[in-house]
């Protein structure tokens, strides 16, 4: 029941809090502290009145905005955990918010790999099939593809050269 009411006060307060009305209304709150300085002397209760109202605010913004991104990130890896799971992708990545960080960083690493090879895959059909057509034989595969492999590892040859 609390959790209801917390989770519907919450999400209704970062509504608002976003709203450029809000921003508007700070601004004058702000701005009318500002200008009533001279009539209190700027004081050192004039002073304390801001700091002590935007500490108030920050303080509580902090849990209810923070509450909000806590459960938009879980309903959104729910999600994608389900996408994986009814997908033809690795199950093995459900659950992998809860690894360290190194850990996630090494996966990662490996699936920018998979991805680099399995583009150099695709260039190297799409050679292959380039040669095949430009030799006007389709018979002769094995000399298409070794043309292929040539164009590809020229090319990403003289992007290394032109890297260094």
Known sequence: MIEKVFTRIA???????GLPPTFAVCVLIVVIWALSGPIFGFS?????????????VT???????????????AAIQAKLDEL???????????????????EVEEIRAKCEAAAKRHDRKIAEAAANKAVAEKNGTKGNRKIAQTAAKKAVAGKSGSKKKAAA
């Open 11 to 17: 999400n209704q307060v970062a509504h608002l809090a």
């Open 44 to 56: 050192d209760t004039w002073q304390l009145v801001i700091n002590t109202g935007t500490t108030i």
């Open 59 to 73: 303080f509580l913004m902090v849990f209810l905005i923070q509450n909000t991104q806590n459960r938009d990130g």
């Open 84 to 102: 994986i799971r009814v997908s033809r992708a690795h199950n093995r990545f459900i659950g992998i918010e809860h690894l360290t960080e190194t």
